[in-house]
């Protein structure tokens, strides 16, 4: 079974409103990582925090690491339409990806 | 440009028929991962290499195989296609195990089998 598992499902914001997605893990990790995927193109990495890391940001996005809860969350401030896409994680331990959350922004 | 090259881009083959698909990972990237994407589904892992080797093994059909050469190129055989292989097939490839490093994935392959 895949150690990443993203909620919600689906999303949907207007455009300039943050938008939150979670990731949960299953084992002890080194990293965790986001990825994003536009339809019917290959994922591109995001972001990785380290086990140590408890935030970090990159632009509009902001990610959470919780390792006591095998949790992450990933943030992406003032949402834009071009945000629109499904976005997953995948730890360093296991690159396995749940079903992702599919973010739709409308402008 | 990620790096990652897959071939080739689209292939429409019949039930019953063997494909082979083709992926180069980034100069260095010792890891290559193969993914299986059905239509509006997520990535379902297929099989891992690092550096010659199987690493890990997900839900991957006994008609289908892989390997990984000492060039580190990798190559995913897919036999007695069925219509339901129709999917995108991504590859990855990573740096050293255990490194912090990302994945860098390859646009795909589109199978359609007709």
């Known amino acids: 079974s895949q150690q990443g598992e993203e909620d919600p499902q689906a999303l949907s914001i207007q455009e300039g409103e943050n938008a939150t997605m979670n990731c949960s893990y299953k084992?002890?990790?080194?990293?965790l990582q986001w990825y994003r995927q536009n339809s019917g193109r290959g994922l591109v990495h995001l972001i990785l925090?380290?086990?140590?890391?408890r935030e970090k940001h990159s632009g509009r996005l902001r990610v959470t690491l919780d390792t006591s809860k095998k949790s992450s969350s990933l943030l992406i401030t003032a949402s834009r339409a071009a945000d629109t896409a499904s976005y997953f994680c995948?730890?360093?331990?296991?690159?396995?990806f749940g079903a992702g959350t599919r973010l739709t922004v409308k402008p | 440009d990620s790096g990652v090259t897959q071939t080739p881009k689209h292939l429409i083959t019949a039930t019953g028929q063997r494909v082979t698909l083709r992926c180069s990972p980034r100069?260095?990237?010792?890891?290559v991962y193969w993914y299986q994407q059905s239509l509006d589904q997520g990535l379902q892992f297929l099989i891992q290499?690092?550096?010659?080797?199987?690493?890990a093994k997900g839900n991957i059909l006994e008609r289908f195989s892989a390997q990984q050469f000492p060039d580190l190129h990798s190559e995913l055989n897919l036999s007695s296609l069925e219509l339901g292989d129709s999917a995108l097939y991504f590859c990855?490839?990573?740096?050293?195990?255990?490194?912090?490093?990302?994945?860098?994935f390859g646009q795909g392959t589109r199978l359609t089998v007709v």
């Open positions: 084992t002890s990790i080194n990293n």
């Open positions: 990855a490839s990573s740096g050293q195990q255990g490194a912090d490093t990302e994945a860098f």
């Open positions: 100069s260095g990237d010792l890891s």
């Open positions: 925090i380290r086990s140590n890391e």
């Open positions: 290499y690092y550096n010659g080797e199987e690493r």
């Open positions: 995948a730890t360093d331990e296991d690159m396995r």
